[in-house]
Nanobody, 115 residues
Framework: VRLVESGGGLQQPGGSLRLSCAASGFTFSRYGMRWYRQVPGKERELVAR????????NYADSVKGRFIISRDNAKNTVSLQMNSLKPEDTAVYYCNVEYLLYDYWGQGTQVTVSS
């Protein structure tokens, strides 16, 4: 299993970023996917998740109404559109899948929201 995130960077408050995660090594369309984020010294936080078919999504209260998770099963990718960014969204963002009862993670992508 391999997960590779991309799309992070520096953005001003109120701006937008789109993260992508390219997945390989498993049958992508059969598994729900998740985005987490982590700030140094704090536990990793679940940001959003999407069902295997993409019809069901859930969000942390802190991002609800601002972030949108989506997936393309033809391209084996899951994305996180982040709008109305706030400084408190600054974190390393990770793509995650639970495959055969084991959690797999990407290397993470840094998102910094600052003026």
């Amino acid at each position: 299993v391999r997960l590779v995130e991309s799309g992070g960077g520096l953005q001003q408050p109120g701006g937008s970023l789109r993260l992508s995660c390219a997945a390989s090594g498993f049958t992508f369309s059969r598994y729900g996917m998740r985005w987490y984020r982590q700030v140094p010294g704090k536990e990793r936080e679940l940001v959003a998740r999407i069902s295997e078919g993409g019809r069901s999504t859930n969000y942390a209260d802190s991002v609800k109404g601002r972030f949108i998770i989506s997936r393309d099963n033809a391209k084996n990718t899951v994305s996180l559109q982040m709008n109305s960014l706030k400084p408190e969204d600054t974190a390393v963002y990770y793509c995650n899948v639970e495959y055969l009862l084991y959690d797999y993670w990407g290397q993470g992508t840094q998102v910094t929201v600052s003026s």
